[in-house]
């Protein structure tokens, strides 16, 4: 069977990212940039006052200095004149310094009567002055293609005179669940049927990562039912079925889309939850095959989806982030599964993270999952661990789960 390493290479290698399309800067945060940033001017434009107070020759300015004031200059309205020897102009924060000054004598350290100020804290040259692309200039590149735009970028961006950005279109997932037993929350639960739990939580998990999630009609257990409705997620990025991924009678997805051409890169991996993780492709549609079982279907969409998302959404091919914590309690040996425990986390006296594993971990407890905080990470045969030893987690809040 194929490592969670393996296989995620081989899931992530299959996908490129989704085209870019134009948005408007307060709709790029989130998004992940497909074109650089490029500088559209310097910034500042021209040597600046960061002060309220007086433009000045610092030569001029020493202390007790009374200079003549000569002009005004507000921000947006640069002062035309020079400042000539035995002079000053008044400034305002953010205007252009005047020709002639070099420094800016604070408001607070003079005073001003009858058009002359007198200087009460002598001025050194280049005081208190914003040089010309102190920030960035004209053409420099910004922010670079591939990185998840935060709120500072978006102002970034904006500073340096973009209206738009150039941003990947948000992946569209088509989500797929199967079975004869399930119903949806609200409907009426057939004899012997569950409610659906897991397109809601994978379509969660879709907007999550910055996709837009299209959750399909159930699928009953027949494989014309599901190779239909498999057949309207033709145009999605990516098709996320549950369900039918298993070895019995009912398990469907395989055989079902193969009538329409399913070409299967692999069927089951060395991990728990999730043993039975499909990847193909249906047509051009990369088809990732989830378990049915509710914690295994998100377990694997945690590995798999989630780093799916972010490389068709243009950013990196990367596993899921980790922390290091301790163990809340002694973990047993594993087995040939890459096993994850669903944690919660706390703090010891010492200030440590520490993470503590449920002591049920049945594939089909929702509640657990829910609230877990952590994945504590068991590689193949890791040996047991005592209370307190150092363990891998995946912290499920930095994924927005
Ligand atoms: N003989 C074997 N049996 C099973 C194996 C195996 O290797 N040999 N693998 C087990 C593992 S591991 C898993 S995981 C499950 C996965 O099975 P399927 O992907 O085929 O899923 P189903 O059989 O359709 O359902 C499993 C379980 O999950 C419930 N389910 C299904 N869909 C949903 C949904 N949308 N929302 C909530 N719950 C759902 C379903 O009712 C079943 O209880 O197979 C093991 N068996
Ligand atoms: O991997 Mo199946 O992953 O529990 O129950």
Not at 103 to 115: F, K, S, Y
Not at 121 to 131: F, I, L, S
Not at 330 to 359: I, Q, Y
């Amino acid at each position: 069977m194929l490592s969670v390493e393996e296989a995620r290479a081989r899931i992530l290698g299959g996908l490129a990212p989704t085209p870019a399309e134009a948005v408007a800067l307060p709709e790029g945060w989130g998004r992940v940039l497909a074109r650089p940033v490029i500088a559209r001017l310097t910034q500042p434009p021209a040597d600046v006052s960061a002060m309220d107070g007086y433009a000045v020759r610092a030569a001029d300015a020493v202390l007790d200095a009374r200079l003549a004031v000569v002009g005004s200059a507000p921000a947006g309205h640069p002062y035309a004149g020079r400042v000539g020897p035995g002079q000053a102009v008044r400034i305002f924060t953010g205007a252009f310094i005047p020709q002639g000054a070099d420094a800016i004598l604070l408001q607070e350290d003079a005073v001003a009567a009858d058009g002359v100020v007198e200087v009460r804290e002598a001025v050194r040259a280049g005081r208190w002055v914003r040089r010309r692309g102190l920030d960035f200039a004209e053409g420099e590149a910004l922010i670079a293609p591939g990185r998840r735009l935060t709120a500072r970028d978006v102002g970034l961006a904006a500073a340096a005179n973009h209206p738009w950005l150039m941003v990947h279109r948000r992946p569209r997932i088509g989500i797929l669940a199967t079975g004869d037993e399930i119903a949806l929350p609200g409907d009426p639960i057939p004899p012997g049927g569950i409610v659906s739990s897991n397109a809601h939580a994978i379509a969660a998990m879709v907007r999550a990562g910055g996709g837009d999630p299209l959750v399909l009609p159930i699928a009953p257990d027949d494989r014309e039912a599901i190779a239909a409705t498999a057949a309207a997620a033709r145009a999605c990025d990516l098709l996320v079925t549950t369900g039918g991924a298993s070895v019995g009678d009912h398990d469907l997805i395989q055989t079902a889309l193969g009538q329409d051409g399913f070409a299967l890169d692999f069927w089951k991996i060395a991990m728990r939850p999730g043993k039975p993780l499909i990847w193909g492709r249906l047509g051009t549609t990369p088809v990732l095959g989830l378990p049915g079982n509710p914690v295994s279907a998100m377990v694997c969409a945690v590995q798999f989806l989630m780093p799916a998302l972010a490389v068709l959404s243009g950013e990196p091919a990367a596993p899921p982030p980790t922390i290091q914590a301790h163990a809340g309690s002694a973990l047993p040996e594993n087995d040939k599964r890459f096993d994850h425990l669903r944690a919660t986390l706390s703090r010891d006296r010492d200030g440590r993270v520490v993470a503590t594993p449920f002591p049920q971990q049945d594939s089909s407890m929702l509640k657990t999952l829910a609230r877990a905080e952590a994945l504590i990470l068991r590689a193949p045969y890791a040996p047991a661990l005592p209370e307190g030893a150092a363990v891998e987690a995946i912290p499920l809040d930095r994924l927005g789960l």
